[in-house]
């Protein structure tokens, strides 16, 4: 089969609201030809109009092999896993948005030489607003801590200056479901453009995604508009079937997510994954009590990974997740956008 260039995948996908914004096209891509402005509810990248297989006839359809918006997308509750399991960090995460397990595996990690570097989401604690980051320090690490997934940002775009910039060789990505599809697809090809990135990618953790929303939309427009929060008011985010903003002053506010339909990315609306499933380690709040992150280890070498952390006495589990409210809210995120 012929491959697809950029024009098919803006056809199929950019043109019609599909995108998720992951970012994973702009990495793979050879010409450096497409790019994201993050902070914007675009439906996808920018391209300059060049491409090396539309333009000159050169294979490549690295853009369209990655995207995780062409064929069939997830639709499990659980997926497949080897342990489930309720952890905590047993170091002090400042900013820790559930257990701070996930910072305690990848802590771990850094400090063993396990990975070299880690892709994730960062953001500025005055604004909230959030970018990709590359970190390579465990100090960096822990002071960066928390999710921050609840906003939109092409996170796989930062995989080109790791992969070919930095070079580094073991990387762990963490991401929402979309991004861990690309990252997927990545790590499954046998295109040689797209290879490198596959082969660096050590470690996916995937976290539990409703959906993603606007930076702009949400803090600047709904947030600040009608509920009259300003960013710096705001400690954390959390989406469990509804937004629950914790305040600086330890009060909440609930927002119904029937009121931020225009906050949402439109290609959201087209996930049924809520768990990543097809990570190596899934996390998130749902299922453990409070302060305790779920853990869904998926893989031997997710399993690895949280094995040498629990052995290093820097993460602490323990089993009883209560998987009927995570396939409570999984069903409904695949009841909810099958009929989009």
Not at 303 to 311: C, I, L, N, S, T
Request: charged share 20%; glycine share 8%; aromatic share 6%.
């Amino acid at each position: 089969m012929a491959a697809k260039s950029y024009l098919d995948l803006k056809s199929e996908v950019w043109d019609t609201g599909s995108c998720s914004g992951c970012g994973a096209c702009v990495a793979v891509c050879p010409a450096d030809s497409l790019s994201f402005y993050e902070g914007e509810m675009v439906t996808g990248p920018t391209s300059n109009g060049y491409c090396k297989l539309a333009t000159d006839n050169v294979n490549c359809g690295a853009c369209y092999a990655v995207c995780p918006r062409t064929g069939n997308q997830p639709a499990e509750t659980l997926g497949t896993y080897l342990e489930l399991l309720s952890a905590k960090s047993t170091f002090e995460v400042p900013h820790k948005q559930s257990g701070g397990a996930v910072t305690a595996i990848l802590a771990n990690a850094l400090d063993e030489g396990l990975i070299d570097a880690i892709v994730t989401v960062t953001e500025d604690r005055w604004t909230l607003k959030p970018s990709s980051v590359i970190i390579t320090k465990t100090d960096v690490l822990i002071q960066q801590a928390g999710s921050r997934y609840s906003w939109w940002v092409p996170l796989l775009a930062a995989l080109k200056v790791a992969v070919i910039g930095r070079k580094y060789k073991r990387i762990a990505v963490i991401g929402v479901p979309c991004a861990v599809q690309a990252v997927s697809r990545m790590r499954d090809s046998d295109n040689d453009l797209i290879k490198p990135y596959g082969k660096a990618i050590r470690l996916v953790i995937g976290l539990f995604c409703t959906e993603t929303f606007d930076y702009n939309a949400l803090i600047l427009g709904k947030l600040k508009t009608h509920y009259k929060l300003e960013p710096h008011e705001i400690k954390k985010l959390n989406v469990k079937g509804k937004l629950e903003v914790l305040k600086q002053d330890g009060s909440t506010t609930i927002v119904p997510l029937a009121e931020l339909e225009t906050c949402i990315r439109k290609g959201c609306h087209l996930c049924t994954d809520l768990t990543a499933v097809l990570s190596d380690i899934s996390a998130g709040a749902i299922g453990s009590s409070s302060g305790s992150t779920t853990l869904i280890v998926r893989t031997p070498a997710g399993k690895g990974f949280v094995d040498r952390a629990v052995q290093n006495r820097k993460l602490d589990v323990s089993i009883g997740v209560d998987t009927a409210a995570i396939e409570k809210l999984a069903l409904a995120k695949i009841k909810r956008n099958s009929k989009k």
